[in-house]
């Protein structure tokens, strides 16, 4: 069995109207809206689905309030979608909707979901650049990007506790199929789906002595003048920024957070590190500090030692 990517997130919202404008801001395309619910979609085909707070049919969350309540990931076939709640159902209740979706919960109580994926190709065309030896775009100038649009949703980020934290991992490692990427002891554990991947497609972080609770879901943007674009558009639009521009220490990507309506946050990011099967995962002891941030919120740890992680 193999997982592909997330298919959708759905959350449960307070305000639905807020929801709405959020992620129509994003540039996301609207495929249904009502008072009480709307959906979007990237241009890969994932969804995002804004659900009002009192629907019955959402799944109970870990935390209260404006949140995230289920992910569905995708896999490649339905050999693998069955394989994998044959698994599953070894030790927690797997259920099944009309449409062959399974539906579980992870080791920390986040509902999660499995289908199979239905992607479909994306035609982007890169910017035209100039740079040292090779001329990309003469005698015209480079156009303003007016809005922002995502390409894809690439990862999530739970909140977790320290306590349990190896076995919450070792679930999505050991009986999901992900694959362990960085492993950082102050942090949480980085992990991809199988395959040439981004560096990450869900990270459990533990870095905050907070309750359980979801942080973010991150898109990706073309190029970095499109994340450079959208965060001064998004706060135009009166979104709250948290925390960037920079890049990452782990991950190397550029990116820029937004306060999220639905709940945590939402990141634009681009020029991820990839990684394939033969890569070696990594422990930090440290961190390996931020290339550049032009807020400074990113530590930079003197312990940069690293060691061969167990995935």
């Known amino acids: 069995m193999s997982i592909q990517r997330i298919e959708s997130v759905t959350y449960g919202v307070a305000d639905v109207a807020a929801g709405i404008r959020f992620f129509d801001d994003i540039g996301l395309e609207k495929v249904e809206e009502g008072s009480q619910r709307a959906s979007f979609r990237t241009p890969v085909n994932q969804f995002i689905h804004v659900r009002d707070i009192g629907d019955a049919s959402l799944p109970k969350s870990p935390e209260s309030g404006s949140t995230m309540r289920e992910i569905v990931w995708g896999v490649d076939s339905q050999a693998s979608l069955d394989a994998l709640g044959a698994e599953?159902?070894?030790?927690?209740?797997?259920?099944?909707?009309?449409?062959?979706?399974?539906?579980?919960?992870?080791?920390?109580?986040?509902?999660?979901?499995?289908?199979?994926?239905?992607?479909?190709?994306?035609?982007?065309?890169?910017?035209?650049?100039?740079?040292?030896?090779?001329?990309?775009?003469?005698?015209?100038?480079?156009?303003?990007?007016?809005?922002?649009?995502?390409?894809?949703?690439?990862?999530?980020?739970?909140?977790?506790?320290?306590?349990?934290?190896?076995?919450?991992?070792?679930?999505?490692?050991?009986?999901?199929?992900?694959?362990?990427?960085?492993?950082?002891?102050?942090?949480?554990?980085?992990?991809?789906?199988?395959?040439?991947?981004?560096?990450?497609?869900?990270?459990?972080?533990?870095?905050?002595?907070?309750?359980?609770?979801?942080?973010?879901?991150?898109?990706?943007?073309?190029?970095?003048?499109?994340?450079?674009?959208?965060?001064?558009?998004?706060?135009?639009?009166?979104?709250?920024?948290?925390?960037?521009?920079?890049?990452?220490?782990?991950?190397?990507?550029?990116?820029?957070?937004?306060?999220?309506?639905?709940g945590g946050e939402v990141e634009f990011f681009t020029d991820m590190d990839r990684f394939d099967d033969t890569w070696e995962p990594v422990t930090w002891q440290g961190s390996p500090g931020s290339p550049w941030t032009l807020d400074d919120q990113i530590p930079k740890m003197e312990n940069q030692a690293r060691v061969p992680a167990k995935p």
């Not at 399974?102 to 992607?119: M, N, Q, W, Y």
Request: proline share 8%; hydrophobic share 40%; with cysteine.
């Open 88 to 262: 599953l159902s070894r030790d927690r209740e797997v259920s099944a909707t009309p449409d062959g979706t399974l539906h579980t919960r992870d080791e920390t109580g986040f509902a999660i979901a499995f289908a199979v994926s239905k992607p479909i190709e994306a035609k982007v065309e890169p910017h035209a650049q100039n740079s040292f030896g090779a001329t990309g775009r003469l005698n015209r100038r480079f156009q303003k990007i007016p809005k922002p649009h995502p390409l894809r949703l690439a990862h999530a980020v739970f909140l977790i506790r320290p306590e349990g934290g190896d076995k919450a991992c070792d679930f999505y490692l050991n009986r999901v199929g992900l694959k362990l990427t960085d492993a950082a002891g102050h942090l949480g554990k980085f992990m991809r789906v199988p395959g040439i991947a981004d560096h990450h497609s869900l990270l459990l972080m533990w870095i905050r002595k907070i309750p359980v609770k979801f942080d973010h879901i991150a898109f990706e943007m073309r190029g970095f003048d499109d994340v450079m674009s959208t965060g001064p558009y998004m706060e135009e639009r009166g979104w709250k920024p948290t925390w960037g521009p920079g890049r990452q220490p782990l991950g190397c990507h550029m990116f820029w957070h937004f306060d999220n309506p639905c």
